[in-house]
């Protein structure tokens, strides 16, 4: 098992935006996992989905989501991997047979992804982790 953490969309937002309700459990699980030495993995998807979040609904202001994207780039204990063709087929046919979930691609993509790195915690909010068999972090 890996000792690294994986950040979802939802875990950024919570980790990023003092309003977010569960802020204060994601600066927990965050500086918990840096007293570990544990790295911080995403994706460029959900860079992306993060970006189109912080934009709206959040509303943060551009210069202030440039500078947290940034902040997030620099970083030399987060590594973003970007997915390739590979996982998102992948991915994309995990979202297509489980049509009874409410998986989103990147979803999907996250699930292949920390499977194939053997991660089981996500700093996350979003209950999807669970269904596909993953410790979500962040709950109400």
Request: charged fraction near 20%; aromatic fraction near 8%; glycine fraction near 2%.
């Amino acid at each position: 098992m890996s000792s690294n953490l994986f950040a979802d969309t939802s875990g950024w937002s919570c980790l990023l935006v003092e309003a977010e309700p569960q802020h204060a459990q994601a600066i927990q699980c965050f500086a918990r996992a840096r007293q570990q030495g544990q790295s911080i993995i995403t994706t460029n998807y959900i860079i992306a989905e993060l970006v189109a979040l912080l934009h709206r609904p959040l509303r943060v202001p551009r210069s202030k989501l440039f500078q947290i994207v940034d902040t997030i780039k620099a970083a030399p204990y987060v590594q973003i991997i970007h997915l390739d063709e590979t996982t998102d087929a992948t991915a994309w046919e995990l979202c297509k047979n489980r049509s009874d979930k409410a998986w989103s691609l990147v979803d999907c993509t996250s699930f292949v992804l920390m499977q194939q790195l053997g991660l089981q915690e996500a700093l996350t909010t979003d209950q999807h982790f669970e269904q596909a068999g993953f410790l979500r972090l962040l709950k109400p």
